[in-house]
């Protein structure tokens, strides 16, 4: 079993950064991946960045140049730094991980273990 949670949500005007954490216990296979993903309001809930047990990243199109996935040297925490937050990028976001396939993806059925949620709030 894989636990994970999630911190550092809140409220931040258009332009401005919020770095999550997430707290990752339990047993994972030595490759694996571990992701942020987020939810709006009425929407489907989408792949944001992702990152593997190699360190290899990858990311949505409307977050490249801006997030940043990483992990801490203990691979014990994740971590997503936001820059330039836009109004858009308001949703609940979650924390997930699973054991690796091929191919690092962001897609939502390749990751069987999801945190609770904080949310994230940019007003213009």
Not at 48 to 61: E, L, P, Q
Request: proline share 2%; glycine share 12%; with cysteine.
């Amino acid at each position: 079993q894989v636990h994970l949670v999630e911190s550092g949500g809140g409220s931040v005007q258009s332009g401005g950064s919020l770095r999550l954490s997430c707290e990752v216990s339990g047993s994972l296979d030595n490759t694996y991946f571990l992701a942020w993903f987020r939810q709006a309001p009425g929407k489907q809930r989408e792949g944001v960045a992702a990152i593997d047990s190699n360190g290899y990243t990858k990311y949505s199109d409307s977050v490249k140049g801006r997030f940043t996935i990483s992990q801490d040297s203990a691979k014990t925490s994740l971590y997503l730094q936001m820059n330039s937050l836009k109004p858009e990028d308001t949703a609940m976001y979650y924390c997930a991980a699973g054991n690796a396939v091929p191919i690092l993806t962001l897609i939502e059925a390749d990751f069987g273990y999801w945190g609770q949620g904080t949310q994230v709030t940019v007003s213009s």
